[in-house]
């Protein structure tokens, strides 16, 4: 099948702002982690901090959606003209033909935290500047992006945990197959918070150093930021403006446990084979498999035995959350932008901090960056509960 048509795409993350940036990180080894410094945490453990957030605000006529997720989500918005190609589709087909699906988890509840610090301080006030709407509401990012595009579609916000912005691709699916749009917007926008690293950290499943998916020696995840977006139309309206094709959508949900995935990775595979059969190929038509790939030594090794059992054991396959921390809402988007950028330019990219590989790690692992031609790739987004999600895409 043609598939629908990937028409601009953005992101920013912590190894860089804008396409080229990532492509040139991953191919020359530029890693995003740091050590958690952020908002005065003291956690030990490292993140993927975008920096710059606190030193600009959105624009004017949309100030009272100002906070960390709007901010990071207009940063990507101004990235890679995306935001002139997302303006020239509303203009083409109009803004009500034109829908908007976000991604996210925590979306702005930072600014709910620092209310919290505020009113329990000496600084407190009677009157508040914080808007649960504007900004801890997970509409918020959604809306916000849909007026600062001019969007008059339908627009609503995917939150699934870590395969949010992957099912965004779904939903943009359905919308143009209904009939309903004839472009879709279509992203993921996470930030950086105290909820989500103490959260994570209270589950006991922050690594103390930058995380290693797949390494013998994981220990856990490493918790990043980022904003990516992407726009989908039809491919006999998109001619000429086709930078990849979305091939196949798989999703499934396991139910096995509120935050371990299934221990033979039963969702995952049920996921990749809705992909695959979806898109009409074989698991001999897939180059190349993105992986989940958290970290965590049960996500990790679930995410091999079902990918074992789809593909065999010979299929090239790396974590890229070695580079950019896990994004969680936005991290479908992170890997679908870069498993956009391993086809463009011809290379799979190497699973960073990969020292000891786990024997019981039975798929290809791609240890370093390599050139490679790839046609066609898998990528995997797995959430909490069981909430799967398997994209495919294809070189144009």
């Not at 916000?157 to 779904?170: D, E, L, R, W």
Request: proline share 3%; charged share 20%; hydrophobic share 40%.
């Amino acid at each position: 099948m043609d598939g629908l048509g990937v028409t601009a795409l953005t992101l920013v993350s912590a190894i860089g702002r804008g396409l080229d940036a990532t492509e040139a990180a991953l191919r020359f080894g530029r890693g995003g982690l740091s050590r958690c410094s952020f908002e005065g945490l003291s956690l030990d453990t490292f993140v993927g901090e975008v920096a710059g957030l606190d030193d600009s605000s959105v624009v004017s006529d949309l100030m009272r959606y100002d906070c960390r997720n709007s901010r990071l989500a207009q940063l990507a918005l101004q990235t890679d003209g995306f935001e002139d190609a997302a303006r020239q589709a509303v203009s083409r087909y109009t803004p009500a033909r034109v829908g908007i699906v976000i991604g996210t988890t925590s979306s702005g509840i930072q600014e709910a935290e620092r209310s919290y610090v505020e009113r329990a301080s000496a600084r407190s006030s009677p009157g508040s500047a914080f808007q649960f709407e504007y900004s801890q509401s997970h509409f918020s990012v959604t809306d916000f992006v849909r007026r600062y595009l001019g969007i008059r579609g339908p627009g609503f916000t995917v939150s699934t945990a870590c395969s949010s912005s992957s099912k965004v691709f779904v939903d943009a699916q359905q919308l143009l197959a209904a009939g309903i749009c004839d472009a879709v917007v279509v992203g993921g926008v996470d930030s950086l918070c105290w909820m989500t690293l103490c959260g994570f950290n209270s589950l006991q499943l922050l690594s103390k150093l930058p995380c290693r998916p797949t390494d013998a020696n994981r220990d856990g995840l490493s918790i990043g930021e980022a904003a990516g977006f992407a726009i989908v139309e039809r491919s006999a309206a998109s001619k000429g403006r086709v930078i990849a094709r979305l091939l196949g959508c798989g999703e499934s949900c396991d139910a096995h446990h509120m935050s371990a995935p299934h221990p033979e990775g039963l969702g995952a595979m049920l996921a990749m084979r809705g992909a695959l059969t979806q898109a009409r190929i074989s698991p001999a038509d897939v180059d190349y498999i993105n992986l989940h790939g958290t970290g965590s030594p049960a996500n990790d090794r679930a995410e091999d035995l079902a990918i074992c059992s789809v593909f065999g054991t010979g299929k090239p396959c790396s974590s890229t959350k070695g580079w950019t921390g896990h994004a969680l809402g936005a991290a479908g988007i992170v890997e679908v932008v870069i498993s956009v950028a391993a086809l463009r330019h011809g290379f799979m990219p190497g699973n960073l901090n990969l020292e000891t590989p786990d024997k019981d790690i039975h798929s290809e692992i791609v240890r370093d960056s390599r050139s490679a031609p790839i046609r066609c790739v898998l990528t995997n987004s797995f959430g909490f509960g069981g909430s799967n999600c398997s994209l495919i895409l294809a070189k144009t």
